[in-house]
Every structure is written in C-alpha cells, then in structure tokens.
C-alpha cells in the first residue's frame, strides 16, 4: 500500500517570501504521479501541479514548483512570491499507473499553510 | 473549472435514516469518485466508477454505496447514517483512470446526529 506523508502540520510565511512545503511517500510502483492540491477555506480543492514519476524535469506552474527527488521518495512544493491568497490547507497526493488496477489517489494528512501580511 | 455540482451542499439528518448525495458533470468524463474528507486524514476514498453501471470499492467503503445510471450521475448513499459518517464528501471526476488528473467538485457537509 502506499503512504503518503507531510510532516509540517502547520506553517506560515510573510507574504512576498518563499516558502516550501514538504512531502514523502512510500511506494514499490515505479511508474506513478504526484500532485499538490490546494484547499483555501471555500474548501474547494483545487489543483496546483501535477508531476509524472517518469519525468526527470521538475514541474513549475508560475509560482509553484517542485523538487521530486525520485530516489529519495520526497516531493515538496515551492511557492515564491507567497501572496494572501496563498493561505490555505495543502494536500500531497499519490495514484500509481497500475494498469486495470486501482486508480485510487492516496492524500496526505495536509499542511495548513498562513501568508502574513 | 471542470463543471462538477454536488447536491445539496449542506445536510443535518439523524442517526438511521438513509441519505443519498448527488455528483452531477458536465464535461462527459469517464471515470467519477467519491471521497470523505476528516480532520486528521486527509481524502479518502469511498467509492469510485469507470463507467455506467461500472462500480468498485475504495480504502473505507464500509456503509456507503454508489450507483451510476447515467454518465454524469454518480450517488452516493448511506443506507442507515451513522454519526461516524458526519463528513465533507468530495466528487471528483477524470476523463481517463489510472493517468488522468482528478478534478474536486464543491463537497457536501453532512451532519449526522
């Protein structure tokens, strides 16, 4: 079974400045995605960026990018230029290329993120 | 934003009584879910579908199930609601499985007492 676990329950960043949000996971897959969703407190989950496992190239998507370290099973979120709207809860998520089998995404436990004026 | 309501958006009910949750797409996808969303645990998933009529079982499956009549129905019901089931549940929708990124609707808040 897969994990997938963010250690930072909480975090806060002054609005302008950089922040990364850590995430882990466990798996014996070797083809698999990855991806941070984003809840602000509308709670609607809204995705930030998706990564292929195959893919050596880190994705970005304007002020959010990645660093995916495959052999270390680590996967953390960068945003630059952190702005209020950036407040928010953020999930790490997992779902393997299993072929007929489960297309299950696999969440971690989320990390509240706070953007100080 | 992929076109996913979930009705109704806020329900109180009692302990026993059945309650049935709506998904409802727009964009033709395949592949429709359900998840729980608990402080604590993240999104689990409930039940998922990969087609009409085509059901399966997620990681907490237990009291809950699905049916999919129509491509852009997907219901979730609890038979006899238990306060272990006072949740958010998320739809979520994609156009293919095992590949394909999903995309959230609203959520419901159900309240069971």
């Known amino acids: 079974a897969q994990t997938v676990t963010q250690s930072q329950p909480e975090m806060s960043v002054q609005e302008a400045e950089t922040v990364t949000l850590s995430c882990t996971y466990d798996?014996?897959?070797?083809?698999?995605?990855l991806f941070w969703y984003k809840q602000p407190p509308s709670r609607q989950m809204i995705l930030v960026i998706r990564?292929?496992?195959?893919?050596?190239q880190n994705a970005t998507e304007n002020r959010f990018s990645v660093n995916f370290q495959k052999a270390a099973k680590s996967f953390s979120l960068k945003i630059s230029d952190s702005q209020l709207g950036d407040t928010a809860m953020y999930f790490c998520?997992?779902?393997?290329?299993?072929?007929?089998?489960?297309?299950?995404?696999?969440f971690g436990k989320g990390t509240k993120l706070s953007v100080i004026p | 934003d992929a076109g996913i309501t979930q009705s109704p958006r806020h329900k109180v009910t009692e302990t026993g009584t059945p309650v049935t949750l709506r998904c409802h797409q727009t964009?033709?996808?395949?592949?429709m879910y359900w998840y729980r969303q608990d402080p604590g645990h993240g999104l689990r998933l409930i039940h998922y579908?990969?087609?009409?009529?085509?059901?399966d079982k997620g990681e907490v499956s237990d009291g809950y199930s699905v049916s999919r009549s129509k491509t852009e129905d997907f219901l979730l019901t609890l038979e006899s609601a238990t306060s272990s089931q006072t949740s958010v549940y998320f739809c979520?929708?994609?156009?293919?499985?095992?590949?394909?990124?999903?995309?959230f609707g609203p959520g419901t808040r159900l309240t069971v007492l």
């Open positions: 979520a929708i994609s156009a293919s499985g095992n590949t394909d990124t999903q995309y």
């Open positions: 798996t014996s897959e070797s083809n698999y995605y």
């Open positions: 990564q292929e496992a195959y893919k050596q």
């Open positions: 998520a997992f779902m393997t290329d299993s072929g007929a089998g489960s297309y299950q995404l696999t």
């Open positions: 964009e033709n996808h395949r592949y």
């Open positions: 579908s990969y087609g009409v009529k085509d059901t």
